[in-house]
């Protein structure tokens, strides 16, 4: 028997129905265009934050630490300007200014905060009194607890709901090198299952939300019986009309068939990533340094002076379209994209096929 109507995800006082929300892909891939399409359906849109404000060949002097985050403000308002459904917006932890983005996020009034990237133990101090729903993102049950600790203890404030992010994500990954390369890791099942051990500890329970290689209806259906409030899926909405990136790094999506056309790189900021295969990634998977001059050091970790390749750069010239130097991460199931549809026409699938499996 199939069941009639989807569960909503409710964090707090908001509601998302389909469960569904939009991974934050950046440099610039999700932004205002993609967010709202997404929240017009009914779902989550959400604006990444990380390089909104890199420079572009253009403007090569203009220095990201003291770009202000008057594009992040913009990119919000706007999105504010094309729907009136839910809008989030995610800031890494491990970004030079994410004090200053999410105190930008909260003046704005977005609906919630996703972090992750690094341990977003401060993260509620930003809210002053706001109701700005907040959503650290982590790959194990002992991160989760830790921010619940450390939360609770600084500012007597939990996490209103948890992005639980596995081994099969795209982009930089919370997982050791060996452990991605040597399939090691846990599977998300596992980790989802464990962390919603420590998320029913709390009364009321945490909802938490499944993220990483989630394609379909079916995988939706299967973590929702598994116990989750939701799904986070990104890699889906790449190859959609309303997303913000240019058309040529979505055609690399188009072009790539297999598992064997996605691989795993080491990125510049010392985390595993998962990109699609091209002839810039074997440039530098042979090792190639990549000159470059840093005129912003966009994150906390970076020293310039020792990595090969400024993975900035590197990201803005694949959302510009020039993927002959640059490169597009991407889930793990990038390559099961085959066509360019509408977010509406997307969005109403896997609503239909959730429904069958439930």
Not at 18 to 43: D, K, Y
Not at 221 to 232: E, H, I, N, W
Not at 259 to 275: F, Y
Request: proline residues 5%; contains cysteine; hydrophobic residues 40%.
């Amino acid at each position: 028997m199939t069941c009639k109507e989807l569960p909503s995800l409710r964090i707090g006082n908001i509601e998302a129905n389909p469960p569904i929300i939009q991974g934050g892909m950046g440099v610039r891939v999700s932004m205002a265009g993609l967010a709202s399409a997404v929240a017009n359906e009914g779902c989550i849109g959400v604006i990444a934050s990380v390089g909104i404000d890199f420079p572009k060949k253009s403007d090569i002097k203009h220095r990201y630490v003291d770009a202000g985050g008057e594009a992040f403000r913009a990119e919000i308002r706007r999105a504010r300007g094309l729907t009136k459904g839910l809008i989030g917006v995610n800031i890494m932890y491990a970004i030079s200014n994410y004090e200053k983005f999410a105190a930008i996020a909260v003046e704005e009034g977005v609906d919630l905060i996703i972090s992750g990237a690094g341990m977003p133990i401060n993260l509620p101090k930003f809210l002053n009194g706001k109701d700005v729903k907040l959503l650290p993102i982590v790959s194990s049950a002992r991160a989760f607890r830790l921010i619940c600790e450390f939360w609770k203890k600084d500012y007597d404030k939990l996490p209103d709901a948890v992005v639980v992010e596995g081994v099969k994500a795209g982009g930089h990954l919370g997982f050791s090198y060996k452990e991605v390369l040597n399939d090691k890791a846990p599977t998300l099942e596992q980790i989802v299952t464990e962390v919603i051990e420590v998320a029913n500890a709390y009364d009321p329970p945490i909802p938490v939300v499944a993220a990483g290689g989630i394609f379909d209806g079916k995988d939706i259906a299967r973590f929702l019986k598994l116990g989750a409030s939701g799904v986070q899926m990104a890699s889906r909405f790449v190859c959609t009309h309303e997303c913000d990136v240019h058309e040529n790094f979505k055609q690399a999506w188009i072009n790539a068939k297999t598992k064997d056309d996605l691989t795993i790189i080491k990125s510049p900021v010392g985390m595993p990533g998962r990109v699609i295969k091209s002839k810039f990634v074997d440039r530098i998977i042979n090792g190639e340094t990549i000159p470059f001059k840093c005129t912003y050091k966009c994150l906390k970790n970076c020293d310039p002076k020792k990595i090969p390749y400024c993975i900035a750069e590197v990201l803005t010239n694949a959302a510009e379209g020039d993927l002959d130097a640059g490169f597009a991460f991407a889930g793990e199931n990038a390559y099961r994209c085959n066509e360019i549809v509408s977010v509406k026409s997307l969005i109403a699938e896997l609503k239909n096929e959730t429904l069958a499996y439930l």
